[in-house]
């Protein structure tokens, strides 16, 4: 902030600030990223002594995150989509919900009959497992890999094998853009498969083979689930 302050008094101001994935700014920015919400607040001040706009970018702008961005931005105006229009689950997509026993072995089974069920071609396509923790990515991933290690050959989860990793934002910068770009298939390392991860992977991320997403549990909200789900499907025609 200090700056672009500076910069803003060498130049006598700017046309815009802009704010990518702005929906962070209320739905992480009460908690999980305090500073996505002090950057608007900073923002906001230095409008009172240089003339500029906002301009603020996003798929899911629910009428709830709407209304909180507008508290402490009250003149912005809404571009695009209406907030009874919102929906940002292409219709390609399918949904479909699974009640299992609230024991880990039971989910990780559940997951593992997934990938059988559907006979996964991982060589097309791959899998975003989303926890909640830290510790659940990488337990789900361990566990998986063992069911897959110990799988029948014949069986789709036996050639994920050693295919299956986790994400988060405890790893270091290094660590997720490798295991972003294995999963990506861009590197030349064997690919990953299976992506167990939190919410911090995604943001920003376009991957296009990405054709199935599981919840190893529900989000705390309902617009995490919605662009969890958003991470699929990114290309219709793959």
Request: glycine residues 4%; contains cysteine; proline residues 3%.
């Amino acid at each position: 902030i200090n700056v672009l302050h500076q910069r803003m008094e060498m130049d006598g101001g700017l046309e815009y600030i802009i704010f990518d994935e702005a929906h962070c700014i209320s739905q992480w920015g009460q908690d999980f990223r305090p500073d996505y919400r002090n950057a608007v607040l900073q923002c906001n001040e230095l409008r009172k002594q240089y003339d500029f706009m906002f301009a603020m970018f996003s798929a899911t702008i629910t009428s709830q995150v709407e209304m909180d961005i507008r508290s402490f931005l009250p003149d912005i105006q809404r571009l695009g989509q209406s907030a009874e229009d919102y929906n940002p689950i292409r219709q390609h997509i399918n949904i479909s919900f699974n009640i299992v026993t609230n024991e880990d072995k039971a989910r990780v089974s559940e997951i593992a009959e997934f990938v059988e069920r559907n006979n996964i071609d991982f060589s097309k396509s791959c899998m975003i497992v989303f926890c909640r923790t830290h510790r659940q990515c990488e337990e789900t991933a361990d566990a998986l890999n063992e069911l897959a290690l110990s799988a029948t050959s014949s069986s789709v989860l036996a050639k994920c094998a050693d295919k299956i990793g986790f994400y988060h934002a405890g790893l270091d910068a290094d660590s997720r853009n490798y295991i972003y770009e294995q999963f990506k298939r861009v590197s030349n390392g064997e690919p990953l498969y299976i992506l167990c991860a939190t919410k911090a992977f995604g943001m920003g991320m376009d991957i296009p083979n990405v054709h199935y997403v599981v919840h190893y549990n529900p989000p705390s909200v309902l617009e995490d689930f919605l662009q969890e789900v958003g991470r699929a499907g990114r290309d219709e025609k793959m």
